[in-house]
């Protein structure tokens, strides 16, 4: 009887411990993939905002600006590894509901690692554009160190630097930080008068885009939970800046950040557990089982030849 028992319990010791692995590699890596059917609307909002207001050629100072987000999957270009997202961003001005500016994003990216895919029509504001490094999020259980991700406005990956571990509302996240200095983007033609400059007719100068982009990433779901953009486009004369196009610090707003909590909820309780929590209990159960059959099947042998 000590050795049927014994066998039984090492049968149960080793299903516990394929099922550890199991767990960990098959199971959660199912799980571990962005959704096919995502559709999210974020707002960003800036205080104190400066803009040049195109239509009444004019500097708007201390605005108050509005950042709508919409992101789409198009499931119909989408795969079991590739989700394909569209995004489209309104920028206002608040107060006056003047249009300052659209822009549009499409680009395929795995549905595990966050990484932009070369695929599916790629395109930054209509323009065909091969995107790589992180696209829009981050990978499942983000780790504390730096990624290269993608950068829509100079069209290249830029580093994300990470900066710590934070807490919003009571949920650990990583901060990470990239950075753009500076970088001429395109060519401004302006009347000098609205340059500040002496004589008549069109000057050209330089667009020169800067931003500080920090990212506050779940680590469970390497998904955003806060995002901040403090950026300006100014015009360079020879060297001089002559014109603010723009210069916002635009910031998730509340009840964006809510919205970001409760999408990363489910992957933020049952992926820890599946992936970390269960496998290992898997492995410890396992190890005693076969660890109790062993000793029961020996002390059993002995027993038998004794007697």
Request: glycine share 8%; charged share 25%.
């Amino acid at each position: 009887m000590r050795r049927a028992t014994a066998v039984v319990l090492i049968g149960f010791g080793v299903f516990f411990l394929a099922v550890a692995p199991l767990m960990r590699t098959w199971v959660s890596s199912s799980l571990m993939k962005t959704p096919l059917t995502y559709y999210v609307e974020y707002t960003n909002v800036a205080e104190g905002a400066t803009y040049f207001n195109i239509e009444d050629v004019e500097l708007v100072e201390d605005a108050t600006l509005e950042a709508s987000v919409t992101i789409r999957a198009d499931v119909a270009s989408s795969t079991d590894e590739i989700v394909v997202w569209d995004q489209f961003t309104w920028l206002r001005d608040a107060d006056t509901d003047f249009g300052i500016s659209s822009t549009s994003r499409r680009a395929g990216h795995d549905r595990v690692t966050g990484e932009a895919v070369d695929c599916c029509d790629a395109m930054v504001n209509e323009e065909s554009t091969v995107q790589s490094g992180q696209a829009w999020k981050f990978p499942f259980f983000t780790e504390q160190r730096d990624y290269e991700f993608f950068e829509t406005t100079v069209k290249e990956p830029v580093t994300m630097e990470f900066k710590g571990a934070e807490e919003i509302e009571g949920v650990e996240v990583y901060r990470f930080e990239q950075v753009v200095e500076g970088e001429v983007i395109g060519e401004r033609t302006l009347p000098r008068s609205v340059a500040g400059l002496e004589g008549d007719g069109d000057v050209t100068g330089d667009e020169v885009f800067s931003i500080t982009r920090t990212y506050w990433i779940d680590p469970t779901t390497g998904s955003p939970i806060k995002v901040s953009e403090d950026q300006s486009r100014v015009v360079v004369v020879d060297g001089q800046e002559v014109l603010t196009l723009l210069d916002a610090e635009l910031v998730f707003d509340d009840a964006s950040v809510r919205t970001a909590l409760e999408n990363s909820e489910e992957g933020r309780t049952t992926l820890p557990l599946i992936h970390t929590t269960v496998p290992l209990a898997a492995l410890i159960v396992g190890v005693g089982f076969v660890a109790i059959g062993v000793i029961l099947y020996l002390t059993g042998r002995s027993r038998a030849h004794h007697n």
